[in-house]
């Protein structure tokens, strides 16, 4: 997915029919990820793609403006969105938005393959809370189940959000804190797991804490914990 990003689309000018073969490639990449189940990072990926695109179609004329480029980074402490431009003359940049307007329904065909696995996924999933919930939510833990190698993962989570130009950024940061074993046949209450992390956390004495309850079979990584926190973040923030 590394060579479907916007530069690849301003390099176009050198070689046009050789770019639509990389993100004809690029796409095929990622409908085979699709048909094994696994979502991320080329979804996300290929939606960011899509936007920025589109952004460049509909608002060429003043796309080195601010709020029309490509989002290079979003600096939470800062709470500040930074852009970046690729440099194009009139003419370069006529040849690229021709094929823009050549992939773009590439790309939505794709993305729909993407976006129908990771609705299957989340109409699957169920977010349960473990315990009393405290007032303060916003940072806790998230329990995710690996049924394929029957452990379960504990995260420590950071909810963030900020305002930038009208336009509400929320984040969702992790760090993998501990994995408990769950043999077959053994059945480990999430109550018991907060407990444990109570007493080997003390700055978190009564943390938000929240258990994953799934029955799909799908990637770990790639899938269930990508999908498991968008969840959350919407889960918190409605």
């Given at each position: 997915?590394?060579?479907?990003?916007?530069?690849?689309?301003?390099?176009?000018?050198?070689?046009?029919?050789?770019?639509?073969?990389?993100?004809?490639?690029?796409?095929?990449?990622?409908?085979?990820?699709?048909?094994?189940?696994?979502?991320?990072?080329?979804?996300?990926?290929?939606?960011?793609?899509?936007?920025?695109?589109?952004?460049?179609?509909?608002?060429?004329?003043?796309?080195?403006?601010?709020?029309?480029?490509?989002?290079?980074?979003?600096?939470?402490?800062?709470?500040?969105?930074?852009?970046?431009?690729?440099?194009?003359?009139?003419?370069?940049?006529?040849?690229?938005?021709?094929?823009?307007?050549?992939?773009?329904?590439?790309?939505?065909?794709?993305?729909?393959?993407?976006?129908?696995?990771?609705?299957?996924?989340?109409?699957?999933?169920?977010?349960?809370?473990?315990?009393?919930?405290p007032s303060y939510v916003q940072e806790g833990y998230?329990?995710?189940?690996?049924?394929?190698?029957?452990?379960?993962?504990?995260?420590?989570?950071?909810?963030?959000?900020?305002?930038?130009?009208?336009?509400?950024?929320?984040?969702?940061?992790?760090?993998?804190?501990?994995?408990?074993?769950?043999?077959?046949?053994?059945?480990?209450?999430?109550?018991?797991?907060?407990?444990?992390?109570?007493?080997?956390?003390?700055?978190?004495?009564?943390?938000?804490?929240?258990?994953?309850?799934?029955?799909?079979?799908?990637?770990?990584?790639?899938?269930?914990?990508?999908?498991?926190?968008?969840?959350?973040?919407?889960?918190?923030?409605?």
């Amino acid at each position: 997915m590394s060579t479907l990003d916007l530069n690849l689309f301003t390099g176009a000018v050198h070689d046009v029919e050789r770019t639509q073969y990389q993100i004809l490639a690029g796409l095929n990449r990622a409908r085979t990820a699709f048909s094994e189940n696994r979502v991320y990072p080329y979804l996300g990926d290929l939606v960011e793609l899509y936007r920025s695109l589109k952004t460049i179609i509909q608002r060429s004329d003043e796309f080195r403006t601010a709020t029309s480029g490509q989002i290079a980074e979003i600096d939470l402490e800062e709470q500040e969105v930074r852009y970046e431009w690729p440099e194009l003359d009139r003419a370069d940049m006529s040849v690229v938005e021709d094929l823009i307007r050549w992939a773009l329904p590439h790309l939505r065909d794709a993305i729909e393959e993407g976006t129908a696995v990771y609705e299957f996924v989340e109409d699957n999933v169920e977010l349960e809370t473990v315990g009393i919930v405290p007032s303060y939510v916003q940072e806790g833990y998230l329990m995710v189940p690996d049924d394929t190698q029957q452990v379960l993962h504990v995260h420590r989570y950071t909810l963030s959000i900020f305002t930038d130009e009208g336009e509400q950024y929320r984040s969702l940061r992790t760090r993998h804190c501990k994995t408990v074993e769950q043999p077959v046949g053994v059945a480990l209450h999430p109550s018991t797991v907060k407990m444990d992390l109570v007493k080997e956390r003390r700055d978190l004495p009564n943390p938000a804490t929240y258990f994953t309850n799934t029955e799909v079979d799908v990637p770990y990584e790639e899938t269930l914990l990508p999908v498991v926190k968008r969840r959350l973040i919407r889960y918190l923030v409605d």
